[in-house]
T-cell receptor, first 116, second 112 residues
Framework: GAVVSQHPSWVICKSGTSVKIECRSLDFQATTMFWYRQFPKQSLMLMATSNEGSKATYEQGVEKDKFLINHASLTLSTLTVTSAHPEDSSFYIC????????????FGDGTRLSIL | TQLLEQSPQFLSIQEGENLTVYCNSSSVFSSLQWYRQEPGEGPVLLVTVVTGGEVKKLKRLTFQFGDARKDSSLHITAAQPGDTGLYLCAVYGSSNTGKLIFGQGTTLQVKP
């Protein structure tokens, strides 16, 4: 159990376009989802925490208007990279947590975003 | 400064060798997690250590939490090519929100 699915797994788009990434908890309800960014051979950096039905909380240095997060249901959170540029190219990973604060996070398989 | 310092950052060894990865901090933690991530995939939780001095084994992997709960180590015995990947330690941040903070990671390559 506790499967998290991300879609798409890989996307290439032109500079200036917006890209939406979906994160779904398939077999549990996720009150909280997290979005991470990972550059090659580096660790995961938390971008934002998303709670169902409320605004996301962004980490310091992450542009809220650039990375739009929506958590409209207990099984779906979306990350939209607006007006994407080559420097936004990265591996984006989501995770989902069932309930209490220190419950384990379950990670998706990531989305590789390449901006040309 | 990083909350969690992992070392080494890169490790390339031959199949059959042993290795140890370290995760150090000056802070005390209630628990610490180890993950493995393969290229193009999300991280997978290997173990959570909770008690100071605790040792947990997962097949050829041995995890230890320091007595003072400030550091941890991961030891792999007789490494195999399938052990290749990025190993990450992680702890919960101090804000009681359940946010995970990851170490820089150790990239392990095991050559056949």
């Amino acid at each position: 159990g506790a499967v998290v699915s991300q879609h798409p797994s890989w996307v290439i788009c032109k500079s200036g376009t917006s890209v939406k990434i979906e994160c779904r908890s398939l077999d549990f309800q996720a009150t909280t989802m997290f979005w991470y960014r990972q550059f090659p051979k580096q660790s995961l950096m938390l971008m934002a925490t998303s709670n169902e039905g409320s605004k996301a909380t962004y980490e310091q240095g992450v542009e809220k208007d650039k990375f739009l997060i929506n958590h409209a249901s207990l099984t779906l959170s979306t990350l939209t990279v607006t007006s994407a540029h080559p420097e936004d190219s990265s591996f984006y990973i989501c995770s989902a947590r069932k309930g209490l604060v220190f419950q384990p996070q379950h990670f998706g398989d990531g989305t590789r975003l390449s901006i040309l | 400064t990083q909350l969690l310092e992992q070392s080494p950052q890169f490790l390339s060894i031959q199949e059959g060798e042993n290795l140890t990865v370290y995760c150090n901090s000056s802070s005390v933690f209630s628990s610490l997690q180890w993950y493995r991530q393969e290229p193009g995939e999300g991280p997978v939780l290997l173990v959570t250590v909770v008690t100071g001095g605790e040792v947990k084994k997962l097949k050829r992997l041995t995890f230890q939490f320091g007595d003072a709960r400030k550091d941890s180590s991961l030891h792999i015995t007789a490494a195999q090519p399938g052990d290749t990947g990025l190993y990450l330690c992680a702890v919960y941040g101090s804000s009681n929100t359940g946010k995970l903070i990851f170490g820089q990671g150790t990239t392990l390559q095991v050559k056949p």
